[in-house]
């Protein structure tokens, strides 16, 4: 369970605004709210959320609010079904940013193998760059375990890099 969040988190991270209010007029029902509500967090943590226990309750009450359905509606909402993965489709070509590829995570991979595992070594740190990076480059960050993967890729190769450089 999230934690709840104050009036002033709610307005500044799950206000609809502008071309996000386009987007999510073309739906209905469950659907809408859904929609809104994947927009707003792919927005606010630059990622889909893995299920509903990851949005708190007011925040879905107040894009409820926002676009005119019932917040119990979010219950008819499957965040894992077909219309779902149509909707993070629709949001990510919205935003500009795209799936990543293994070519993208091979990419990524190198750019943290020659610029940040050099200086940063705890795992953390290197996955604080590499969602950075993802963002930047306007990809959609891997599923969690792709993350760690990398993460651990990197390091090892970064590793290798350093103690080379030192004989």
Not at 65 to 75: D, K
Not at 132 to 148: F, K, Q, T, W
Request: one cysteine or more; proline letters at 2%; hydrophobic letters at 40%.
């Amino acid at each position: 369970m999230t934690r709840e969040l104050d009036q002033d988190e709610l307005i500044d991270r799950w206000t609809l605004v502008g071309e996000e209010l386009g987007l999510v007029a073309t739906k209905r029902g469950a659907a809408k709210l859904g929609f809104a509500v994947m927009l707003r967090f792919y927005l606010e943590r630059g990622r889909f959320p893995c299920g509903r226990s990851e949005i708190p309750d007011n925040a879905v009450a107040y894009v409820a609010r926002q676009v005119g359905i019932e917040r119990t509606a979010i219950a008819f909402y499957d965040f894992t079904g077909r219309t779902s993965k149509a909707h993070r489709t629709q949001i990510r070509e919205a935003l500009g940013f795209r799936e990543c590829s293994v070519v993208d995570a091979d990419a990524v991979t190198q750019w943290l193998v020659d610029t940040v595992t050099q200086v940063e070594r705890g795992s953390e740190r290197v996955r604080e760059h590499l969602l950075a990076e993802c963002r930047r480059r306007r990809l959609e960050p891997p599923s969690a375990g792709r993350v760690d993967r990398i993460v651990r890729s990197a390091l090892s190769r970064g590793e290798d890099v350093l103690f080379a450089r030192v004989m």
